[in-house]
């Protein structure tokens, strides 16, 4: 089997933003969608849904499906407040927060951050090298994002990477994370619009009216909300396709050769 890297997703549109329409296959029971690029090897992407639980049931599958190498990429909430929507972060080393305990860390391979950041920048995209928090719970308030920085010194916060990254060490593979910022530490998102999506990702349309009906001025932080995401997604898709077309699922793929 050619060097193979199984990628783990929690929504559909980061997968369609990432491969487009490409073609697709089922992975234990779990749809993913399948790219071959020129040297063909191959980047397989699950959409796992969101949250710890959904990952690690997704990277376990790939696994057996006996990809090479793990990774993780899509959104994230910013945690540095330097860090605006469409910034790039590629994670050096995970933890995982469940409740008030620090899981971790799980370490990102260093060849796989260093040959992304060092084609990233080039092409002049915003990119920062750090840490990744995973939460088990939701982290929305700007209060909770600033004190998570000042204990963890975390770039960004999302609710699957080091799910990810805790399956790759345990089966010795190499790891790769790439998130983009979308909504940043100084921005709060009520949590009446998080209810809005299921695990999947998928807008609850009667939430949302209902939640506009009960506070309007929930119609702000949607246009927000949509004016971030507009940034941020363009950029993940941009940035994967340079690294995609610079083989690079294939050489992080082809590291588990030398572990």
């Known amino acids: 089997m050619k060097p193979t890297l199984g990628m783990v997703v929690a929504l559909a549109s980061e997968a369609r933003a990432l491969l487009g329409l490409g073609r697709r296959q089922w992975v234990n029971q779990q749809k993913a969608r399948c790219l071959r690029p020129a040297d063909d090897s191959r980047l397989i992407i699950a959409c796992a849904g969101v949250g710890v639980v959904n990952a690690l049931a997704a990277a376990h599958r790939l696994v057996a499906q006996g ?6 990429s899509g959104l994230a909430g910013g945690l540095d407040p330097h860090l605006g929507p ?5 994670a050096t080393r995970l933890l995982h927060m469940d409740g008030d305990k620090i899981e971790g860390p799980w370490n990102a391979d260093p060849t796989g951050v ?3 950041h060092n084609r990233l920048t080039t ?11 995973t939460a088990s719970q939701e982290i929305l308030t700007r209060d909770r ?9 975390g770039l960004a916060v999302d609710m699957e990477s080091a799910a990810v990254a ?8 190499p790891f790769f994370c790439l998130r983009v910022i979308c909504d940043p530490a100084q921005q709060s998102v009520p949590h009446q619009l998080s209810r809005c999506l299921d695990t999947c990702g998928k807008i609850r349309l009667p939430s949302v009216l209902l ?15 949509s004016r971030n ?4 997604m363009p950029v993940l898709r941009r940035a994967w396709r340079i690294l995609i077309s610079a083989n690079l699922p294939q050489q992080i793929a082809s590291m588990s050769q030398g572990l």
């Open 86 to 90: 469409g910034h790039i972060v590629i």
């Open 123 to 133: 092409e002049g995209f915003p990119v920062r090298c750090g840490t990744m928090l």
């Open 145 to 153: 994002k600033q004190s998570l920085f000042g204990r963890t010194q």
């Open 229 to 232: 995401f507009g940034s941020a």
């Open 67 to 72: 990809v090479s190498a793990l990774a993780s």
């Open 166 to 173: 805790r399956v790759a060490q345990e089966v010795s593979v």
């Open 211 to 225: 939640n506009l009906a009960r506070r309007p001025s929930l119609a702000m932080d949607i246009f927000r909300l």
């Open 114 to 116: 260093a040959l992304a």
